[in-house]
């Protein structure tokens, strides 16, 4: 079984729309909890990070951790053409390792 | 903004050739990283640097090599490709920011091995 488990979709949603992008996890021992954007034929960027458990808000993106499901979540309000990318979600505990998920596939249709 | 650059973008070779990836930071970071990446896959580390001199095998079984003379500059190497080997390598350097390491990506090479 992964470590980290995420839907690769694709997802597609009209613009204006509320995405959720979920991943589950089975370590508990991960505590810093990461989303990267990757463009098509580009490296991942980093989006947000989160520690521990709670929410993070920058604009119109929001993540959320709940550690006791073991489950992390991306939202993205008012979403727009230009946030048609993979998202792929991330996890370190407190070594050097670093988990990603599989990524999902995001397209926003205008 | 990230400044890590990866040539070539795109590279078709046959089997048995000798290949050289090419990474280059101007950042001035102490660490970096090679992951490869398939579609529908996650990222799987293959080799990572702290340092100058530094080399480490990460968790995906690699035929590549990696050096480190110079902080900003980490070529991979394949000494005999095969088919095995196309897919998506992209490198890394890293910094840590209130705690968290962040990670800044290269547009990744993509080769494929005929």
């Known amino acids: 079984q992964k470590e980290v488990e995420q839907d690769p979709g694709p997802l597609s949603v009209p613009e204006g729309a509320i995405v959720s992008l979920n991943c589950t996890y089975s370590n508990s021992a991960f505590q810093y909890f990461m989303w990267y954007r990757q463009y098509s034929r580009k490296g991942p960027e980093l989006l947000m990070y989160t520690y521990s458990s709670g929410n993070k808000e920058d604009g119109r993106f929001t993540a959320q951790v709940d550690k006791s499901s073991k489950y992390i979540s991306l939202f993205i309000r008012d979403s727009q053409p230009s946030d048609s990318a993979t998202y792929l979600c991330a996890m370190r505990d407190n070594t050097d390792k670093l988990i990603f998920g599989t990524g999902t596939r995001l397209q926003v249709f205008p | 903004e990230a400044d890590i650059y990866q040539t070539p973008r795109y590279l078709v070779i046959g089997t048995g050739k000798k290949i050289t990836l090419e990474c280059s930071q101007t950042?001035?970071?102490?660490?970096m990283y090679w992951y490869q990446q398939d579609p529908g896959m996650e990222l799987h580390l293959i080799h990572y640097s702290y340092g100058v001199n530094s080399t480490e095998k990460g968790d995906l079984s690699s035929e590549s090599t990696v050096s480190r003379i110079r902080t900003e500059h980490f070529p991979l190497t394949l000494e005999s490709a095969r088919p095995s080997h196309t897919s998506q390598y992209l490198c890394?350097?890293?910094?840590?920011?209130?705690?968290?390491?962040?990670?800044?990506f290269g547009s990744g090479t993509q080769l494929s091995v005929l």
């Open positions: 950042m001035g970071h102490d660490k």
């Open positions: 890394a350097s890293s910094e840590y920011r209130t705690g968290v390491e962040k990670l800044f």
